[in-house]
T-cell receptor, first 109, second 114 residues
């Protein structure tokens, strides 16, 4: 069964304390892996798309990486404004609309 | 550009009542989606529309109907609301650029069914 698992469920960091969020996935064929940020009471905001193992994307203090079985979102020297829920989703190769979302990691800085 | 807009922001219904959630995007995207988000669960796709006039069922379509009125608008209708449909509903649209897809979400509609 296709699924996406994010860990940890919640993470509390001190300002400046770097860490990583994990997204592991099981899908028959991966078309793309997506990271979103979601603030309380708002819709998810797109961060990154990764398509192939070894690919990396960076934006400010965030860096996303992809392997064949998982993705990491590295947060370097986080600030309080980085507090949010980070969602991971995979898009299956077989269907362009078929996204499978994880339940997210709640980050508090 | 306003991006993806949704109305209403919040709604309370009684069991058996009907309502339509409205969604519009001004980015000229072909693909549009309706999701629901429940505590402890990931976003789940209700319906998808690849273009004006076409719709497909997602993972959890039961109890819902959709209309892709034109390229901009994609509405979600609950014909007879049930407490199990209490959720936060998100509309999204997407575009593929240089082989890379980006999905944009609206602010959500919070629905409480009593």
């Amino acid at each position: 069964e296709d699924q996406v698992t994010q860990s940890p469920e919640a993470l509390r960091l001190q300002e400046g304390e770097s860490s990583s969020l994990n997204c592991s996935y099981t899908v028959s064929g991966l078309r793309g892996l997506f990271w979103y940020r979601q603030d309380p009471g708002k819709g998810p905001e797109f961060l990154f798309t990764l398509y192939s193992a070894g690919e990396e994307k960076e934006k400010e203090r965030l860096k996303a990486t992809l392997t064949k079985k998982e993705s990491f979102l590295h947060i370097t020297a986080p600030k309080p404004e980085d507090s949010a829920t980070y969602l991971c989703a995979v898009q299956e190769e077989s269907g362009t609309y078929k996204y499978i979302f994880g339940t997210g990691t709640r980050l508090k800085v | 550009n306003a991006g993806v807009t949704q109305t209403p922001k919040f709604q309370v219904l009684k069991t058996g009542q009907s309502m339509t959630l409205q969604c519009a995007q001004d980015m000229n995207h072909n693909s549009m989606y309706w999701y629901r988000q429940d505590p402890g669960m990931g976003l789940r796709l209700i319906y998808y529309s690849a273009s004006e006039g076409t719709t497909d069922k997602g993972e959890v379509p039961n109890g819902y109907n959709v209309s892709r009125l034109n390229k901009r608008e994609f509405s979600l209708r609950l014909e007879s609301a049930a407490p199990s449909q209490t959720s936060v509903y998100f509309c999204a649209s997407s575009v593929e650029t240089s082989g890379r897809e980006t999905q944009y979400f609206g602010p959500g509609t919070r629905l409480l069914v009593l």
